[in-house]
């Protein structure tokens, strides 16, 4: 997967210290229940869909703009269903990332879903009883957004502090 461009220009000044980026997720759920997922082409598993978001991107906005990109199909987000923090990881060059993710249950409006950039190998829509294997942070999304509280859940830290 390609790193944003604004992600490349921190990193010539940071090197491979943390970086702390606002990401978003969306959890598209059209009118027969089913979730549209995707399998990403960097760790070959199948997940929910979104990314980091552009320097001053609003995140309704920005999450409209991952989900179309990864699979063609448009979006309305309708409610936040939480933020989470994910602790910090470590990528195999050595470049360390702290991600908050807004995550938004949408409901898709126009698009075929289909592979629509070099982020996933497959694109599909899955019956919620018939999900393929996710992370269990996926999965913990993906709960509350198909709960019937329209209240945003935030859970609390990892515990994990973060250092410079």
Known sequence: MAVPEHV???REKVGTDLLFLPAVCGIVVDDAGRVLLNRRTD???WALLGGILDPGEDVAAGVVREVLEETGVHVRPDRIVGVWTVPPLEYPNGDRASYVVTAFRCTPLTGEARVNDDESLEVAWFAQEALPPLSTS???RLAVALGDSAAA????SSGHALTT
């Not at 859940?153 to 609390?156: E, G, N, Q, R």
């Open 8 to 10: 490349l220009r921190l």
């Open 138 to 140: 996926n999965l913990e």
């Open 153 to 156: 859940v935030f859970p609390p």
């Open 43 to 45: 760790t070959g598993r």
